[in-house]
């Protein structure tokens, strides 16, 4: 692709998407069919008018990628445009991420997580079928391409797929469980029968989602491949409850909505207790929130454990301005998907709770960065905002108490990157998703430049039974450094995957013994890819931050990988060692070099027949820590915990 403004022309409906954002062009500079007189004697604009247009160059290529399915050298020329922005730099932008093809391709795209939760329950045979039915990943089959993906966060679902398909009215939503005939993986390619996430009997199919009947074998029910050419329906897709099997439960706290409230109703909202919150907020005073907020001992849940009152205080005192608050709703570690689950079965909750938080620090914008590969929250999400907005509870005057606010959805594109605070304001912002050296922090200059928080969904939604009951109650639960409840992703080789809540101090083996572990457990992962494992004689760990870390592993976001004796380890490790190649953002030389290196070595160790590990496990040792020493991120800082507590933990390759 020419990296220079081309004589290459937008289709016409690449050129109506993208004026379907941007509205009309407004001259034949910025990409109108013809060039006035008037064109000819004024040229508006300049550098400050295309930076403040940046921040719409992702929105403006998920619209052409949406309708069309590719971005093609015209449709980005048209763009570049409309936004004055370079095509070397749009191009940089557009092939950053996953979820965008600068080459055409279908409309119809296929997506097979193949990440750990998914390869434990069998992703292999899925793709293998696919294989042998549509060809290898990448290759076009009657307006169909599938391929290989991270995780999805729909690891409940394991092994899940994610369909796709571009149009004038594209639907996003349909994804669908396909598991192999029998539970684990063991079974022949291509021997599936289809399950309801609740595990008992089979749902109906959802229209367009990837599809099974009852039993299919390879030679006579070839249904993945007539599920991916089929046209797409509106799919009806199970309900964000079947992700909890505590659902319903009154102990629950911030799963109380979930499976008993409509999650499209905010007049059901506001009669389980909604907006209570808000109001109690707007009686304290912004100053009033953070004091409770600190009181409570609220700190991060996305891994790192901040304060979240601490953070807030900090941008609230920035005398620059203005002030923003951002939601990293861009959770892509794999095995995680307790913010999906939130999002889909109770998006109010997440409205109320920005809203408040964007009062408490000073902000008038809030912005949820949410997954691409998370369509029914986009859904939930953008009607939950019009819905809010309509009954004044969003916008100029937020509950008739003169506060201004209202809240944006910014979608990602396929980038585990992005989930790094700062890779967030520079993919908002329109540049490649790349983190920011720092400091200067967040608080200080952060999106756009200005005082901004960043929390993600769980962290933002315990605040709101930190207001309803105080700060006191909410701090009662849990242990004396870790207040309150936990939310954890338990997926793997366990009888009832799924999210569920539980007070901080709780241990391990009270989780399992939740969600049925298997006869032979081998090892946990704690914490995702990033995290540590435990072996099955740890298993009273405490499920604090503290505790994690006094037995030598990590909670972070709360994954809770469960591996039984029939999964190799030694191909999980190198799975993950793919996972941070892939997705490092190859910004600085540790991380881009080392997450090579590291993949490279375990490729050794795994393919070769006779000795030399040892050399090999010395190598990823020095490269590890060089990695976790000069890294500019969290990525490359945590690349090499879990080989390293493989290996010193569970003695893999001994």
Not at 150 to 160: Q, T, Y
Not at 448 to 466: Q, R
Request: net charge negative.
């Amino acid at each position: 692709m020419d990296l220079r403004y081309t004589d290459a022309a937008p289709s016409d409906a690449e050129r109506e998407a993208v004026d379907a954002l941007l509205g009309p062009p407004p001259s034949g500079w910025e990409g109108a069919a013809e060039r006035t007189a008037e064109d000819l004697r004024w040229a508006r604009g300049g550098a400050a008018a295309a930076k403040d247009r940046r921040d719409q160059l992702l929105p403006a290529l998920h619209a052409v990628n949406d309708r069309v399915g590719w971005i093609s050298e015209g449709a980005l020329d048209y763009i570049c445009r409309r936004l004055t922005v370079a095509p070397a730099e749009a191009y940089g932008v557009a092939t950053f991420y996953a979820m965008f093809s600068v080459r055409p391709r279908p409309a119809k795209v296929l997506h097979v997580c193949t990440d750990l939760a998914c390869a434990a329950r069998g992703s292999a045979g899925v793709c293998a079928d696919l294989t042998e039915r549509l060809g290898a990943p990448g290759t076009p089959a009657e307006g169909t391409v599938w391929q290989e993906s991270p995780c999805l966060g729909l690891c409940e679902r394991a092994p899940a797929a994610l369909l796709l398909q571009a149009g004038a009215n594209p639907d996003l939503r349909s994804f669908r469980q396909i598991q192999p005939l029998g539970g684990p993986p063991g079974r022949s390619p291509g021997e599936f029968e289809e399950r309801g996430s609740g595990g008992g009997a089979p749902e109906a199919p959802a229209a367009g989602a990837v599809r099974c009947s009852a039993v299919l074998a390879p030679a006579t029910a070839p249904a993945l491949v007539t599920a991916a050419l089929a046209p797409l329906d509106a799919p009806e897709e199970p309900p964000a409850a079947a992700a909890v099997p505590q659902a319903g439960d009154p102990a629950l706290v911030l799963l109380k909505r979930i499976g008993t409230v409509d999650p499209a109703s905010l007049d059901d909202y506001r009669s389980t207790g909604g907006y209570t919150a808000l109001r109690r907020a707007f009686a304290l005073g912004p100053a009033g929130v953070i004091r409770e907020v600190l009181d409570a001992g609220l700190v991060g849940r996305g891994g790192a454990a901040f304060p979240t009152g601490r953070k807030w205080q900090a941008t609230a005192q920035q005398a620059d301005g203005p002030h923003y608050l951002v939601c990293n709703a861009d959770e892509s570690e794999p095995g995680t998907f307790k913010d999906r689950v939130l999002m889909e079965g109770d998006p109010y909750a997440l409205v109320e709770a920005m809203t408040i938080a964007g009062y408490a620090i000073g902000a008038h914008q809030g912005y949820i960065y949410l997954r691409g590969e998370y369509p029914r929250a986009y859904e939930r999400l953008d009607h939950a905002l019009t819905s809010a907005r309509t009954r004044g509870l969003l916008g100029p005057d937020v509950l008739g108490q003169g506060y201004a606010f209202d809240i944006e959805i910014r979608r990602g594109a396929g980038a585990y990157i992005c989930g790094e605070e700062t890779a967030i304001f520079n993919s908002i912002e329109g540049q490649r998703g790349e983190p920011r050296s720092k400091p200067p922090f967040p608080v200080e200059k952060g999106l756009f430049g200005k005082p901004t928080a960043v929390n993600n969904v769980e962290t933002l939604v315990n605040v709101l039974p930190i207001l309803e009951h105080g700060a006191a109650a909410y701090a009662a639960t849990g242990t004396e450094t870790s207040t309150g409840t936990k939310l954890f992703c338990v997926s793997g080789q366990v009888a009832r995957p799924g999210i569920y809540e539980l007070p901080f101090g709780a241990n391990l083996r009270e989780l399992l013994d939740l969600a049925g572990p298997p006869e032979r457990l081998r090892a946990v992962l704690l914490g995702g890819a990033a995290g540590g494992f435990v072996r099955p004689d740890e298993l009273d760990v405490p499920l604090t931050f503290e505790g994690t870390r006094a037995a030598g592993t990590t909670l972070g976001s709360g994954v809770v990988l469960v591996l039984d004796d029939s999964v190799e380890l030694p191909r999980v490790l190198l799975r993950i060692a793919e996972f941070f190649r892939d997705e490092s953002c190859g910004q600085c030389v540790p991380c881009r070099v080392g997450t090579v290196r590291q993949e490279e070595a375990l490729h050794r160790i795994v393919d070769r027949t006779g000795d030399g590990a040892a050399e090999d496990i010395a190598l990823m040792r020095e490269v590890g820590q060089t990695m976790r020493d000069a890294s500019i991120c969290g990525l490359g800082q945590t690349a090499w915990n879990a080989v390293e507590s493989a290996i010193d933990r569970l003695g893999v390759y001994k």
